[in-house]
């Protein structure tokens, strides 16, 4: 059988902050791990302990102060500002806790945006726009705007964004943290569809083990440094 392609690889990423009084705080050590096509990843660990600067790196919204990273094979570690933004746009499709939906545009508009840059003409990016909202169940909402819609709708409408740009690899921090739990299961199951049915890969980043629990594979992130890679545990104290 064919090795699934990969579609993160880190190995021995660092990351550093220049302090106020001088010198560094180190935030990351050593941080390996591969992701590969289809996987569905949770990244789990205490408020604190390095999620969203290891996510900013993988999402390629900052780079790291040493080691390797690799955007399914292509070599992020040493890529420009604008490199970087191409490269995001291109293959990764981001979830935020709080949607970052573009609140004076309607639903439709807002799944649009990450084909701006693509150069397809306006029917082509209206139709897989509409075809994504559709897939989320909320096509007969395309000219709302973000605000009539609930919580839980309106992350569906991020997703829809997420998915429109066909990315490799769907990033997402903290997805239901702005949810109520009803709607929170709704969203993560939702993913779990997408990943089993369409094969998309997914990295979600949580704080939660009920959550992190939806994903096949947990990587535990201790004071910047991984503990656990592997199945999702049967209980949290293994962690
Ligand atoms: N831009 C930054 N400048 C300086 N310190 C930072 C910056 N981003 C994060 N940190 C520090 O890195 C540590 C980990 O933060 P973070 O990655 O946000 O953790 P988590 O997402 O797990 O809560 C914290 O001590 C935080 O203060
Ligand atoms: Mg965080």
């Known amino acids: 059988m064919k090795s699934k392609e990969l579609v993160i690889s880190m190995s021995k990423i660092c990351k550093s902050f220049p302090l106020e009084m001088g010198g560094v705080q180190q935030v990351l050590f050593d941080i390996s791990f591969d992701v590969h096509v289809g996987e569905f990843v949770a990244i789990m660990g205490p408020s604190g302990s390095g999620k969203s600067t290891c996510m900013n790196i993988i999402g390629a919204l900052d780079t790291a102060t040493s080691g390797k990273y690799a955007l399914y094979g292509r070599d992020v570690t040493n890529m420009t500002t604008d490199e970087l933004a191409i490269i995001r746009n291109e293959y990764i499709g981001f979830v935020f806790q709080q949607f970052n939906l573009l609140s004076k545009r309607s639903v439709l508009d807002n799944v649009m945006l990450p084909l701006m840059y693509r150069g397809l003409p306006m029917s082509e990016r209206l139709r897989r726009a509409r075809e994504m909202l559709e ?8 000219s709302y705007l973000p ?14 964004r997420a998915l429109a740009g066909d990315p490799k690899l769907i990033l997402a921090d903290e997805p239901t943290g702005a949810l109520d739990s009803k709607m929170g299961n709704e969203i993560l199951k939702f993913f779990k569809q997408l990943n089993k049915e369409l094969g998309i890969t997914i990295v979600m980043i949580t704080h939660e ?21 592997g199945k999702i545990p049967r209980d949290e104290r293994k962690l």
Do not use: T
Request: aromatic share 10%; hydrophobic share 40%; charged share 30%.
């Open 147 to 160: 605000n009539q819609l609930s919580g839980g709708m309106k992350q569906r409408v991020a997703i829809a």
């Open 135 to 142: 897939r989320v169940g909320l096509a007969k909402f395309e």
């Open 209 to 229: 083990f009920d959550i992190a629990k939806y994903a096949d594979r947990l990587i535990h992130i201790r004071d910047g440094r991984i503990n656990y890679d």
